[in-house]
């Protein structure tokens, strides 16, 4: 079983940057298609990104696009996403998320396909 940890949420203006990580533990993230998801007060919980088990795929709501980075480093168990530009509408608290793979091409964009969540970190953007 994965345990996940996020980190790296704040307050920011508008235009700002932050980086976000994952710490993972229990169990080597490599086998994990890792996905980050957002909720904003009143909504559901929303997909964001998310990265094959190598790294070599990555995908991205239209709302992000462009503007968010996801990466992972198996050897550190960690996933990171680098957001630039930020909106005031990214203003969430932003979940890690985990899904077992059996295939390096597999990736997942949906809330219910993932078995492991972290706690979240909050993310405010000031207009």
């Known amino acids: 079983q994965v345990q996940l940890v996020e980190s790296g949420g704040g307050l920011v203006q508008a235009g700002g940057s932050l980086r976000l990580s994952c710490a993972a533990s229990?169990?080597?993230?490599?086998?994990?298609?890792m996905g980050w998801f957002r909720q904003a007060p009143g909504k559901e919980r929303e997909f964001v990104t998310t990265v094959t088990r190598s790294g070599s795929s990555t995908y991205y709501a239209a709302s992000v696009k462009g503007r968010f980075t996801i990466s992972r480093d198996n050897a550190k168990n960690t996933v990171y996403l680098q957001m630039n530009s930020l909106k005031s509408e990214d203003t969430a608290v932003y979940y890690c998320?985990?899904?077992?793979?059996?295939?390096?091409?597999?990736?997942?964009?949906?809330?219910?396909?993932?078995?492991?969540w972290g706690q979240g970190t909050q993310v405010t953007v000031s207009s």
């Open positions: 229990g169990h080597t993230i490599s086998m994990y298609v």
């Open positions: 998320a985990a899904r077992l793979a059996y295939s390096g091409s597999d990736f997942y964009t949906n809330v219910h396909e993932y078995a492991y």
